[in-house]
């Protein structure tokens, strides 16, 4: 396993609700990273369809890590915006995201949700954000 990819990783497992959900990194390399994440049921809203809070959830963190990329690992979104454009239902979702601008203190970046199942995959998302460097991610 490559260096980058065993970062993300670990960074990813150190978030208990990254966890307790079962997201995972899929694909990361430098530029690009993909977080995977299996749609259970307990995932869902009462139409069966993923959750807007998960769909949210997994564009805010493949932002972070796109932004840290750029950026270093120090980094928190300052701000990110999502449209939903059609349900979401499937067996895994998976979060690509890439910079569109990094400069030095903030990247702007860009993150497509998919739906998957085992022929294809539908966009059901898509998100941009902005993603700062922070100087100290202590806790106050």
């Known amino acids: 396993m490559n260096e980058l990819l ?6 990813l497992d150190s978030q208990p609700f990254s966890r307790f959900l079962g997201a995972e990194i899929e ?10 994440l299996p749609l259970r049921e307990e995932l869902k809203q ?10 949210s959830y997994l ?8 932004g840290g990329m750029a950026l270093g690992p120090a ?18 979702l998976v979060a690509r995201a890439g910079v569109i ?9 860009r993150c497509d949700v998919f739906a998957r199942d085992a022929e294809s995959e539908k966009l059901v ?3 941009q954000g902005t993603i700062s460097k922070v100087e100290s991610l202590k806790r106050e």
């Open 46 to 55: 009462q139409h069966g369809f993923a959750h807007g809070g998960v769909l």
């Open 75 to 92: 980094v928190l979104t300052a701000e990110f915006k999502i449209n939903y454009v059609r349900p979401a239902v499937g067996t895994a």
């Open 101 to 109: 601008y990094a400069g030095r203190s903030q990247a702007v970046c």
């Open 6 to 11: 065993h970062f993300a990783k670990q960074s």
């Open 27 to 36: 694909h990361i390399d430098g530029t690009d990273v993909a977080i995977r």
């Open 59 to 66: 564009a805010d963190n493949a932002l972070t890590f796109a």
């Open 125 to 127: 998302a898509t998100a």
